[in-house]
């Protein structure tokens, strides 16, 4: 069973084609995990919609109590809306 973190991170390279944490070295790589600091930079994430980026934002979270549970991640509007761009705006 893949955990939401481990899933968040295969979406992100789904998404993009690159891992969310990076260094040069494995263990560089390694530590960028341990830190969990990921950015959405702008040359490769241009056709990705906000709502695939928040959704991403709290399924990497580092802090575990943060983290959105699987059942939370179904109900996303990016999952619902069957992985559309669009407004969050347009569901309330």
């Known amino acids: 069973m893949v955990?939401?973190?481990s899933a968040g991170v295969i979406l992100y390279i789904m998404l993009v084609g690159v891992p969310p944490f990076y260094g040069e070295?494995?263990?560089e790589s390694f530590e960028a995990v341990l830190k969990g600091n990921f950015r959405f930079p702008t040359s490769i994430f241009r056709s990705v919609s906000p709502e695939a980026k928040?959704?991403?934002r709290k399924m990497i979270c580092k802090d575990v109590s943060k983290r959105l549970s699987a059942d939370q991640v179904l109900r996303h509007t990016w999952?619902?809306?069957g992985?559309?761009?669009g407004s969050m705006a347009d569901l309330t």
Do not use: H, N, Q, R
């Open 83 to 85: 992985g559309e761009a």
């Open 25 to 27: 070295t494995a263990a």
């Open 3 to 5: 955990d939401v973190w």
């Open 54 to 56: 928040d959704l991403l």
């Open 79 to 81: 999952v619902i809306m």
